[in-house]
């Protein structure tokens, strides 16, 4: 079963671009490497998934290595409204042959101006 | 659409009372899911669905809770007794095959406390 490291909390400033990176030593061939936003009183919300090399949309950009033990959530030019929990999930649901879906811990990301 | 509906948003019992939370899924999600958030332990899965057919429900914590889904357009858990470890935010999820269950829409979720 992977498992996911994923630091606790960052720090930035407005204008930064940010990288947060989930490791996930054990991912499985048929994994999937998702990342959800979290704001306080919310549910998360789906960012961007990827399986391998990179992913870009009009959000953010997600880079996974070729031995996909990592991945790496990029965002460009954080405003204070990026401040939020941002989660890693690792896994895959396949059609009527169940699978399993793991969450990390989260990273608080704090944006100052 | 009106997304994922969970209600009550919050829900305040007695130890040893029944609890029961309720979830409307995203029309035409084939998934749901039941989480439940804590700050000890973060984002817990406790069980999913598929075509209204429980698929996976090793993350239920212990018999005192039970999920149902008697159509694709509503969902139950139920915890009966409930204690006041169980106190936490649940939320339900839906979401299509095409993501491999990766893009969930998460609804409100519940907030439950139990005294």
């Known amino acids: 079963l992977a498992k996911t490291t994923q630091p606790i909390s960052m720090d930035s400033y407005e204008g930064q671009e940010v990288n947060i990176t989930c490791s996930h030593n054990?991912?499985?061939?048929?994994?999937?490497i998702t990342w959800y936003q979290q704001f306080p009183s919310q549910g998360p919300r789906f960012i961007i998934q990827g399986y391998k090399t990179k992913v870009t949309n009009e959000v953010a950009s997600l880079f996974i290595p070729a031995d996909r033990k990592s991945s790496t959530l990029s965002l460009p030019r954080v405003s204070l409204s990026d401040t939020a929990v941002y989660y890693c999930?690792?896994?895959?649901?396949?059609?009527?042959?169940?699978?399993?879906?793991?969450f990390g811990q989260g990273t608080e990301l704090s944006v100052k101006p | 659409d009106a997304g994922v509906i969970q209600s009550p948003r919050h829900e305040v019992t007695e130890m040893g009372q029944e609890v029961t939370l309720r979830c409307k899924p995203i029309s035409g999600h084939d998934y749901l899911f039941w989480y439940r958030q804590t700050m000890m332990r973060g984002l817990e899965l406790l069980i999913y669905?598929?075509?209204?057919?429980?698929?996976?429900d090793s993350g239920m914590p212990e018999d005192r809770f039970s999920a149902k889904m008697p159509n694709a357009s509503f969902s139950t858990l139920k915890i009966q007794p409930s204690e006041p470890r169980d106190s936490a935010v649940y939320f339900c999820?839906?979401?299509?095959?095409?993501?491999?269950?990766?893009?969930?829409?998460f609804g409100p979720g519940t907030r439950l406390t139990v005294t």
């Open positions: 999820a839906s979401s299509t095959p095409n993501r491999v269950g990766g893009e969930q829409y």
């Open positions: 669905f598929n075509n209204n057919v429980p698929i996976d």
């Open positions: 999930l690792v896994g895959a649901l396949i059609y009527n042959q169940g699978g399993k879906l793991i």
């Open positions: 054990n991912i499985a061939t048929n994994d999937y």
